[in-house]
């Protein structure tokens, strides 16, 4: 499975500000050029699932490029998609499923909400799929969370969470499917304020992560962005841990086990003009991971 968020052009290149990265320079950020990157890492990994998030080129580009490799699409677009401020196009989430490898049974899209039902502007894109030869059922999920990097947004992002675990309890049929989830979720696992992931994972129990759980092993540093923006005149520096890969990795009946993962790059080669730069052609890093299903 592949994950990666990549940069809506709306986002950056479409705007006249290229959306606050002042270190990348204006003919990189420009979707010719970094349309084809993210192409190439697609390539490289060649994953049987891959979910992106932020696209806002689904149609025009993504899903042709994509069935071309032998893949099927979904997209669940924002509703009020703020790449509409520079551009035609919505951004959103993307799923694509290798067709040689597996079978679409069903999509289960998720709009988020508020406490009172008032729609937010994200959602999560969920399916179930049968791997072809085998007749196992698997649910795959990608979504992407409330960004804003306060208290009041890891508030909305706790509420999505939550919503999340409820929707994939009724996806997996109560936990019978093993499920693999692939997102932005904007929220650290853990440190000062930080509450949206642990509450996910007390909801959602038999969840594991890739990423932070190999890392925890051999106790590194991790992280998955590290960008520089001026927003609002300030110039601002992030580096954070806020994508996942997470799955069923213990219980009942089927789980997953991660058999490797897909490296990241050394922070020092990137430090200095920061993401997204010469061969990263988004703000986040893509992350993948091959998996066992195993049956107890």
């Known amino acids: 499975v592949l994950q990666f968020n990549v940069l809506a052009d709306g986002l950056s290149g479409l705007r006249d500000d290229l959306g606050g990265f002042s270190l990348c320079p204006r003919e990189f950020m420009a979707w010719d050029s970094r349309s084809e990157l993210i192409m190439r890492h697609i390539e490289a990994v060649d994953a049987d699932v891959v979910g992106l ?12 490029r994509m069935e071309a490799l032998g893949y099927t699409g979904l997209f669940l677009p924002k509703p009020c998609s703020p790449a509409l401020e520079a551009g035609p196009q919505r951004d959103g989430n993307a799923l694509f499923l290798r067709t040689r490898r597996l079978s679409l049974c069903y999509a289960a899209p ?19 799929v049968e791997i072809l030869g085998t007749g196992q059922r698997v649910a795959v999920c990608v979504t992407h969370l409330k960004a804003s990097k306060n208290a009041e947004g890891e508030a909305v992002r706790v509420q999505q969470l939550l919503q999340l675990a409820e929707h994939l309890g009724d996806v997996t049929r109560g936990g019978e499917l093993p499920a693999i989830v692939l997102g932005d979720l904007n929220a650290e696992a853990a440190g000062t304020g930080h509450v949206a992931v642990p509450r996910f994972k007390e909801a959602c129990p038999r969840l594991g992560s890739v990423y ?28 954070g841990s806020i994508d996942y890969i997470m799955y069923t990795k213990d219980g009942p009946g089927q789980r ?37 299903l195993l049956t107890e």
């Open 212 to 239: 932070d759980d190999a890392f925890a092993e051999a106790g590194g540093q991790l992280w998955t962005t590290l960008k520089e923006r001026i927003k609002f005149g300030r110039r601002t520096a992030i580096r």
């Open 53 to 64: 998030e932020e696209v806002d080129h689904f149609y025009d580009f993504f899903f042709p």
């Open 256 to 292: 997953l086990c991660p058999l490797q993962y897909l490296g990241l790059p050394e922070e020092e080669l990137v430090a200095e003009k920061m993401l997204p730069y010469n061969y990263w052609p988004s703000d986040h890093l893509s992350l993948a991971a091959d998996f066992a």
């Open 110 to 128: 998720l709009a988020y909400s508020n406490g009172a039902g008032k729609p937010h502007n994200q959602g999560a894109l969920a399916a179930v």
